[in-house]
């Protein structure tokens, strides 16, 4: 297979590819579900137009750098779905990211990268090239070579974040859960209504919950800070948010904006600096060994990992033989994190999605519930 050297793997892209063992799938996807019939030939056109203006797509890693394959995203008629969600993607030999059809009462399409190769809001940009490309449109070039790394550097003296401590607890083995074993699932709620604030006020809600403070990981993009650049790559650093149990979600909007005018997620952790400098099979070899030790603590970097990745217009995920009628995330579920939850808002609902191991599934469902109850409205 030729391929063009494309760009260097940042650190925490090195980080992604030394964890994805240790929860697979570590895989970005997007579910969008609606009224239409699914003629691969009419994606895959698609699926090529749009790889062209965003070739973040067609990646492989070759050494310490991206290469692009050219090759665009393969299209696949799928059945099982609930099992083909589990399937991780090879971002050293390639695909790093697929597009799934399945016919139905409603049709689905799911797009999957690996996290690797492209963040959550990287993925916005390949999803609306494909629709546009589906719908006739012209896609939009998004071929920026831009990654975390090298916006830190445009953007002045690296500050270093401090890295958390690992004195959290899970809410789930609070609630009596056993350890987490095995495979990772999904389950999905849908909101009336759209919720300003909600990252604040389902963070509130997990510290109600617990009846203990907690501390929330809230990935931010970092695309604010370089308007200017269409990039797919992963453009996103964490801030920490430790909520009390009697917290207004008011009170903790406002600092989570504070955290974020201060510029708070611009600075990279020693876990990421020190990984990326490492050979992979020895960064896996050391993150799985702090895995362990978390697991059998029962002790984690936070309490719970909540990813807002924007607004969407249903809209944008429709073509002249597809009507979208839904769409949400499914999240990854990241190391050293008990709980990972993806929030998706449309004109007139809000999704809520978290992630669980399969072994906690009856806790998981009793404790989703309870957070979802203590909403602040």
């Not at 297979?1 to 260097?8: D, I, P, Y």
């Not at 609606?34 to 203006?53: K, P, Q």
């Not at 449109?137 to 401090?162: C, F, K, Q, W």
């Not at 201060?262 to 990984?275: H, I, P």
Request: proline share 8%.
């Amino acid at each position: 297979m030729t391929t063009r050297r494309h760009r260097a793997i940042s650190p925490v892209e090195w980080g992604y590819l030394a964890v994805s063992e240790l929860r697979p799938p570590q895989v970005i996807q997007l579910v969008v579900t609606g009224a239409g019939r699914l003629h691969r030939d009419e994606w895959e056109r698609a699926a090529t137009l749009a790889s062209a203006a965003t070739p973040g797509t067609r990646l492989v890693r070759r050494g310490r750098y991206w290469s692009d394959t050219g090759r665009p995203s393969p299209v696949r008629l799928v059945t099982g779905l609930d099992s083909a969600l589990r399937r991780s993607l090879d971002p050293h030999h390639g695909p790093a990211s697929e597009i799934y059809l399945a016919d139905g009462d409603p049709a689905t399409v799911v797009f999957r990268i690996d996290h690797s190769v492209m963040d959550a809001r990287g993925t916005f940009l390949w999803v609306d090239n494909v629709f546009r490309a589906l719908r006739g449109e012209r896609p939009e070039p998004a071929a920026s070579v831009l990654t975390e790394s090298t916006l830190l550097d445009e953007l002045g003296p690296r500050r270093v974040r401090t890295h958390p401590a690992m004195s959290w607890s899970s809410p789930l083995t609070d609630a009596g859960a056993a350890a987490p074993t095995g495979r990772f699932g999904w389950i999905r709620r849908t909101l009336p209504g759209r919720f300003p604030g909600f990252v604040a006020r389902l963070s509130v809600a997990v510290a109600r919950v617990i009846g203990n403070p907690a501390r929330i990981m809230v990935p931010v993009d970092l695309r604010r800070h370089a308007p200017h650049v269409s990039s797919t790559a992963n453009l996103s650093l964490p801030l920490f948010l430790d909520v009390e149990a009697g917290e207004s979600w008011r009170r903790a909007h406002r600092r989570l904006l504070l955290k974020m005018a201060r510029r708070e997620e611009l600075a990279l952790g020693m876990a990421e600096r020190v990984a990326g400098r490492l050979p992979l099979p020895l960064a896996r070899a050391g993150l799985r060994a702090v895995d362990r030790y978390s697991l059998r603590q029962g002790r984690y970097i936070c309490s719970a990992l909540i990813s807002h990745p924007g607004r969407v217009n249903l809209s944008g995920f429709s073509s002249p033989s597809f009507g979208a009628t839904s769409v949400h995330w499914l999240p990854t579920h990241a190391p050293f994190v008990p709980l990972s939850f993806v929030v998706t808002e449309t004109a007139e609902v809000t999704e809520v999605v978290m992630s669980h191991s399969e072994s906690q599934r009856a806790h998981a469902e009793t404790l989703f519930a309870d957070f979802l109850a203590a909403l602040p409205r």
